[in-house]
């Protein structure tokens, strides 16, 4: 069975300063990788995924992710901070399946840092 | 990318109704699947729904409490049913390879 431990339940920073939010994960087999961002009152949406090839996934709003396969690790960051990066944000992480000929993955996630960008 | 939309966007039930959720996608998709955010927590796997066959939930999940439709590759339904204040929660479809979500039913329970 896969897990994900996001290592911060809350991380408060000041605009314009460099964040790193924590991801580690646990899976026996080979797994994707990602991270959503959850605006308030608003649904999930896909920040990076990390599927195989380069370790360093560029996403959306100028975050990145790097994969590090032997600390099983997938931390996000940011080298400056916006006030609207405030936010929650998951990681995620899904094993790969076959369905129909088509993969598929279930997603187990982690339980979420609140990102919030101080002025 | 998929486009999903998700009806109601929200609601407020009385216990002991039942509530039924639809999710439509704009193209066709082989595997969908509901998720459960309940207040303050992380996202939970509820069933994976794949057209032309019967859901599968996931541990602590039971049809009875929340059957899946899944009549075509673009649409599926989720009910919950005999509704208690614990069911208060925002659920989500989503779809693919990527896990695209839809905007979520934010669902209250009086």
């Known amino acids: 069975a896969q897990s994900v431990t996001q290592l911060d339940s809350q991380v408060p920073v000041f605009e314009e300063a460099p964040v790193e939010l924590r991801c580690n994960y646990s899976?026996?087999?080979?797994?994707?990788l990602f991270w959503y961002v959850q605006y308030p009152n608003q649904g999930l949406q896909l920040l990076l995924k990390y599927l195989s090839g380069s370790t360093l996934v560029k996403g959306i709003n100028g975050f990145e992710a790097e994969f590090n396969k032997s600390q099983t690790s997938f931390h996000l960051r940011k080298p400056s901070v916006h006030i609207s990066d405030t936010a929650e944000y998951f990681c995620a992480v899904s094993e790969l399946g076959y369905a129909g000929g088509t993969s598929y993955g279930k997603l187990t996630f982690g339980q979420g840092t609140i990102l919030t960008v101080h002025p | 990318s998929a486009v999903i939309s998700q009806k109601p966007s929200r609601d407020i039930c009385q216990r002991g109704t039942s509530l039924t959720i639809q999710c439509q996608v704009d193209?066709?998709?082989?595997?969908m699947f509901w998720y459960r955010q309940q207040p303050g927590q992380s996202l939970t796997l509820i069933a994976t729904a794949n057209q032309g066959s019967e859901a599968t939930y996931e541990s602590g999940f039971v049809i009875d409490k929340f059957p899946i439709s899944r009549p075509n590759l673009t649409f599926s339904t989720l009910t919950v049913s005999n509704m208690s204040p614990e069911d208060s929660s925002i659920y989500l479809c989503?779809?693919?390879?990527?896990?695209?979500f839809g905007p979520g039913t934010r669902l209250l329970v009086l």
């Open positions: 899976s026996s087999v080979s797994v994707y």
């Open positions: 193209s066709q998709v082989t595997m």
């Open positions: 989503s779809v693919g390879e990527f896990q695209y």
